[in-house]
Each structure stands twice: as structure tokens, then as C-alpha cells.
């Protein structure tokens, strides 16, 4: 059984910054991608922001957070990292930790998600 229990989120002004953690538990950790999921009100999910195993490559899928948030990973403390600055009221969402069932990256390999946490930012 894989738990993911992230942490870290808030309310904030536009222009803040926010650092989510999400510690894993119960699975291998280093060899799998992992990654950041977001869900405004009345959207659907959407892919943030994944890395690599090996923790020096990551990749976006949303164009808008491209040069405000860094996704980063510790293998030794499997925790996994979300790094948010000059944050946007178009940020506001619940955001979820999620695991790959691999190495892989692509969004359909994602199989696995946290409880979430509610980020909102106040313009």
C-alpha cells in the first residue's frame, strides 16, 4: 500500500511563496517518477510538474509556473518537494502529490495520489 500525506499549503498574497513536502511511504521510491497534480474549483486535474528519479530532471506540463515553482526530491528522506514563488491568484487549487508506476514521466503513468493541500492566493 502506498500513502502519500503532503503538507505545506496556505493562504498567501499574490507574490508569495508557498514550499509543499510530501512524504511517501509503503513503496520503492527512487526509481519512480514523481510528481505535482493541481484542481481548481470546476476544473478538471491537471499535471504540474514532475522529476526524474534521479532528481536532476524534471518536466512541466503547465506552461504557466514555468520559472516560479521548483519541484525537487530527497531519495533518502523520500520526501518530494514543491518549490512556489511569485505565486498567482490562478494558482489557488488543491494541490496532490502523485507516483508513477515507473521511471516514467508521461501523465497516464501516474497511478498513485495524496489527500492533498489547499493552496489559495489572495490577490
Known amino acids: 500500500q502506498v500513502d502519500m500525506v503532503e503538507s505545506g499549503g496556505g493562504s498567501v498574497q499574490a507574490g508569495g511563496s508557498l514550499r509543499l513536502s510530501c512524504v511517501v511511504s509503503g513503496s520503492t521510491y527512487s526509481p519512480i517518477c514523481m510528481g505535482w497534480f493541481r484542481q481548481a474549483p470546476g476544473k478538471e486535474r491537471e499535471g504540474v510538474v514532475s522529476i526524474y528519479p534521479g532528481g536532476s530532471v524534471w518536466r512541466y506540463y503547465a506552461e504557466s509556473v514555468k520559472g516560479r515553482f521548483t519541484i525537487s526530491r530527497d531519495n533518502a528522506k523520500n520526501t518530494l518537494y514543491l518549490q512556489m514563488n511569485s505565486l498567482k491568484p490562478e494558482d489557488t487549487a488543491m494541490y496532490y502529490c502523485?507516483?508513477?508506476?515507473?521511471?516514467?514521466?508521461?501523465?497516464?503513468?501516474?497511478?498513485?495520489w495524496g489527500q492533498g493541500t489547499q493552496v489559495t492566493v489572495s490577490s
Open positions: 502523485a507516483r508513477a508506476n515507473s521511471g516514467s514521466c508521461a501523465l497516464g503513468d501516474f497511478a498513485y
